[in-house]
């Protein structure tokens, strides 16, 4: 039998994880077993425990693809911002529409049956943190362009990014999602009044 090729290696990673986060999606993280994921993308039960440990790793996996895309999608966004003010608003927004990804319910469903991990929640710590760096680079380009005033530019961006992820608890309120937009734009009027120049 010939060995598979990275690329035919990395096909089936991807099948396994398109998979599972439909189930995920569909049914929750705790009702969806290793069987089903399976039966669903069609792989060998070996050739799944060969990509993925665990279902935990998996579902891990699939938490970090979602906040790279998320990273991407924001970026590319950028590219029609002509200020760092209006950079702030588009993350702003992509927070606000985190409310909408399928995800998100089978992620808090996943953390809150893993409390008890202090590597997976060192991990989904990790992961929340990603737009950070992002925050860092637009307040530091406001900065620099004296459009947002002198300041320490990572405590700005902590700040933010602990405002914006703190909306997060307004989930669980019946807000529609034109609300929640206007929350987090409001967010960064705010925010912006204490740091223009």
Known sequence: ????????????????AA???QLFIQQGYQATSMEQIRATSGMSKGSIYYHFKSKEQLFMYLLELNMVDWIYKCTERFKVASTA??????????FAHDFENPLMQASMEFSGTKGADPEVIEKIVEMSKFPLPLILDVIQEGIRLNEFAEDDPEKLALLLYSILGGLGIIQFDNYSLEEIESIHRKAIDVFLNGIRA
Do not use: D, G, P, S
């Open 1 to 16: 039998m010939a060995r598979r090729t990275a690329e035919e290696a990395e096909q089936t990673k991807q099948a396994i």
């Open 19 to 21: 998979a599972a986060k």
């Open 85 to 94: 003010t209006e950079k702030l608003y588009t993350i702003a927004h992509h």
